[in-house]
């Protein structure tokens, strides 16, 4: 008795008072379906996420395209822009480049995006597009610089003839550094003519030459996500009509992509980024390839008629809005088409003719107002005539609540889309107070695209800490237990580099050698990998679980292994035991399992470019016949997979 007071006040001194809860999983009822592409991802060209990020290029303003085209150089000696009787009639620009043999050296640097990294020991290809009116061979030399201004590697290359040639040749990097540059010098009297000039890591992510950063595009791989929402974001929109994403402009040739401001390249939060702009390298071709690699379904966001409605908000009349249309139409047509069509033609002379077997698009961003509707009804009537099993995403705005989102809700309705896309950029507040969000929706209306969400931990400068995280999991809980109406869910934005970012938090953070994967990415793999096929009836002390105690939770079956899935939430600063009871077993029973989880005390945590102090840790699980007894660590998010034996 003794004993037992001592233990008694110590726990209460401690301030750990145990709680005893009893969930009850039923595993032999299925309440939902999930999605096998529920959870995904969500790219957009923001924060250099494409430039200077996932796309491997390394060479910033190539074309020499740039409203002020010499912007990302640095000429030295006699070095003029020039458009007349160009290489590319889409990026007519190219630079002259004369050694008179006066002056000491003529060429120019390139400064990269915020630097160019290289890392010792690889290798890089350049290559360049070249002319010369000389009657003899004339000479370039191309060199790497580290961030001292040192030429530590040099190769020369002969530039012959009146016509334009493409020059490629392979350096290795003898030096790391993640702010060097590339030089070039004429080194022979005379005029050279060059333009493209381009220079891409030989190890992208599948050794593609106009390829992705292999690390970058690896961890997205990582993920295991089940969509790929691309390509964005408020740059489908533009700042202005004229600026919209037009993904015409981005398959071909690369060369000959026209180049397109980044609706992102405006001074923002006090940092002005004039020099952003798209390349269109990673194109659509290559996002539709990339959703391939990755297996996940490729969701192409189209412009239906509105800018940036935050921005210049120009409308295109609805008797005008016929381009808009097509360019929805004939990029199904780009997806999907035969190799005999027009554009499937296109898909198949860049290398692709199978289909890429798209099911879904979004027409429009963060609409909102009437013109949003009027304009989607158009869109809708056109698609589904012409591709009746084409999926159709529409918007409920840029919030989560409000005037916007209470209107277009019930016009979304009336529209009869599939999905609703649903932004939320809120605090980890609400994050935890809506797990049960969708508890009550509309079971027969379309359903839920949770197509950009993350928690904003204001008071830490919205940083990718614990808080934010483990905010997120708390919600999913919910996304993932309602799953017959959230149907796909994506975090956003997904990159940012740290030299050069307009927005945070950001799932993935990089410098021009580095990643690093926040926790909340961690969150995302976690429920990626683990998605199960099945949401399973659960309580906890006979009612719903989102948010009892600081406990969150959702049960699936996986039917391929048969495995059962739990996910946890311990948001407390306690840690809480609790009794798992599976009922609906039959001959079944509980064998083993194993916790894959996150914990941390310390809401501000956060992982760094050096070091990831949040990363995802395995231990075994004891399991009892039909039950187990869990104590979940204070703050703490755990999937557990449960393996059963025996027939059901
Ligand atoms: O993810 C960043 C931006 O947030 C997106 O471009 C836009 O859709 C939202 O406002």
């Known amino acids: 008795m003794k004993k037992l007071l001592f233990l008694l006040t110590l726990s209460i001194a401690l301030g750990t008072q145990a709680q005893q809860h009893v969930m009850t999983v039923d595993v032999s009822k299925s309440t939902a379906r999930i999605n096998p592409a529920m959870y995904g991802i969500f790219f957009e060209d923001i924060n250099f996420g494409a430039d200077g990020g996932l796309y491997a290029e390394l060479i910033k303003n190539r074309s020499f395209e740039f409203p002020q085209p010499l912007v990302g150089w640095v000429p030295f000696g006699e070095v003029t822009v020039t458009d007349e009787n160009p290489c590319f009639d889409r990026n007519p620009h190219y630079i002259r480049m004369v050694n008179d043999g006066r002056l000491l050296r003529t060429g120019l640097d390139n400064e990269g995006y915020r630097g160019i990294g290289l890392k010792k020991g690889e290798e890089y290809r350049f290559s360049v597009y070249t002319r010369t009116p000389e009657t003899?061979?004339?000479?370039?030399?191309?060199?790497?610089?580290?961030?001292?201004?040192?030429?530590?590697?040099?190769?020369?290359?002969?530039?012959?003839?009146?016509?334009?040639?493409?020059?490629?040749?392979?350096?290795?990097?003898p030096f790391t550094d993640t702010h060097?540059?590339?030089?070039?010098?004429?080194?022979?009297?005379?005029?050279?003519?060059?333009?493209?000039?381009?220079?891409?890591?030989?190890?992208?992510?599948?050794?593609?030459?106009?390829?992705?950063?292999?690390?970058?595009?690896?961890?997205l791989y990582d993920l295991n996500p089940g969509v790929f929402r691309f390509p964005g974001g408020c740059i489908i929109e533009g700042n202005s009509l004229a600026t919209r994403y037009q993904w015409k402009n981005s398959v071909g040739p690369?060369?000959?992509?026209?180049?397109?401001?980044?609706?992102?390249?405006?001074?923002?939060q006090h940092k002005a980024?004039?020099?952003?702009?798209?390349?269109?390298?990673?194109?659509?071709?290559?996002?539709?390839?990339?959703?391939?690699?990755?297996?996940?379904?490729?969701?192409?966001?189209?412009?239906?008629?509105?800018?940036?409605?935050?921005?210049?908000?120009?409308?295109?009349?609805?008797?005008?809005?016929?381009?808009?249309?097509?360019?929805?139409?004939?990029?199904?047509?780009?997806?999907?088409?035969?190799?005999?069509?027009?554009?499937?033609?296109?898909?198949?002379?860049?290398?692709?003719?199978?289909?890429?077997?798209?099911?879904?698009i979004a027409v429009g961003n963060e609409q909102w107002g009437e013109v949003y509707p009027e304009r989607l009804e158009v869109f809708m009537k056109a698609i589904r005539a012409q591709y009746p099993d084409i999926q159709i995403i529409g918007s409920s705005g840029p919030s989560a609540s409000g005037n916007h989102f209470d209107y277009l809700w019930p016009e979304m309705k009336r529209l009869d889309v599939d999905l609703v896309d649903e932004h939320y950029y809120m605090a980890p507040e609400w994050f935890f107070a809506n797990a049960a969000r969708y508890d009550n929706y509309d079971r027969k209306g379309?359903?839920?695209?949770?197509?950009?969400?993350?928690?904003?931990?204001?008071?830490?400068?919205?940083?990718?800490?614990?808080?934010?995280?483990?905010?997120?999991?708390?919600?999913?809980?919910?996304?993932?237990r309602n799953a017959d109406v959230v149907r796909l869910a994506t975090y956003a934005p997904l990159f940012a580099h740290v030299d050069a970012w307009q927005w945070n938090p950001d799932l993935i953070w990089f410098d021009n050698l580095r990643l690093m994967r926040t926790p909340n990415y961690y969150v995302q793999q976690m429920y990626g990998m683990n998605?199960?096929?099945?949401?399973?009836?659960?309580?906890?002390?006979?009612?719903?679980?989102?948010?009892?105690?600081?406990?969150?939770?959702?049960?699936?079956?996986?039917?391929?292994?048969?495995?059962?899935?739990?996910?946890?939430?311990?948001?407390?600063a306690h840690p809480t035991t609790i009794q798992i009871d599976l009922n609906g077993l039959k001959k079944q029973q509980l064998v083993s399992g194993t916790?894959?989880?996150?914990?941390?005390?310390?809401?501000?945590?956060?992982?760094?470019?050096?070091?990831?102090?949040?990363?995802?840790?395995?231990?075994?699980?004891?399991?009892?016949?039909?039950?187990?007894?869990?104590?979940?660590?204070?703050?703490?998010f755990g999937v557990y997979r449960l393996t059963l034996s025996g027939k059901k």
């Open 180 to 219: 060097a540059r590339l030089r070039i010098v004429l080194l022979t009297k005379g005029t050279v003519d060059m333009d493209h000039i381009s220079l891409f890591p030989v190890n992208t992510w599948k050794k593609r030459e106009n390829g992705l950063r292999a690390d970058l595009a690896q961890a």
């Open 531 to 572: 998605a199960g096929t099945d949401v399973l009836s659960l309580q906890m002390n006979g009612k719903s679980v989102a948010g009892q105690d600081s406990l969150y939770a959702t049960a699936a079956l996986d039917a391929p292994t048969g495995e059962v899935i739990l996910k946890l939430v311990n948001a407390s």
């Open 273 to 360: 980024f004039p020099d952003y702009f798209q390349s269109y390298g990673l194109g659509f071709y290559e996002y539709f390839l990339l959703s391939e690699d990755l297996g996940a379904e490729p969701l192409p966001v189209v412009s239906c008629g509105l800018s940036c409605q935050y921005e210049s908000n120009e409308v295109v009349p609805l008797n005008e809005l016929d381009p808009y249309v097509k360019d929805a139409l004939d990029l199904i047509e780009f997806a999907n088409g035969p190799v005999t069509s027009e554009w499937g033609k296109v898909r198949a002379e860049m290398g692709h003719p199978e289909p890429f077997g798209l099911k879904m």
């Open 254 to 268: 690369i060369e000959n992509r026209p180049l397109n401001e980044n609706r992102w390249n405006y001074t923002f």
């Open 136 to 173: 003899k061979s004339m000479k370039l030399s191309v060199e790497f610089v580290n961030s001292n201004g040192q030429n530590l590697l040099k190769k020369e290359i002969e530039i012959n003839g009146a016509d334009w040639q493409k020059q490629t040749i392979v350096l290795k990097s």
């Open 446 to 480: 379309p359903k839920v695209f949770a197509g950009e969400y993350a928690s904003h931990d204001h008071p830490t400068g919205k940083a990718n800490n614990f808080l934010a995280a483990l905010s997120e999991a708390a919600f999913m809980t919910g996304l993932e």
């Open 595 to 636: 916790c894959t989880y996150l914990q941390n005390c310390d809401w501000k945590a956060v992982n760094t470019l050096e070091y990831e102090t949040i990363v995802p840790r395995v231990r075994p699980v004891e399991v009892d016949v039909r039950s187990l007894n869990l104590e979940l660590q204070p703050r703490s």
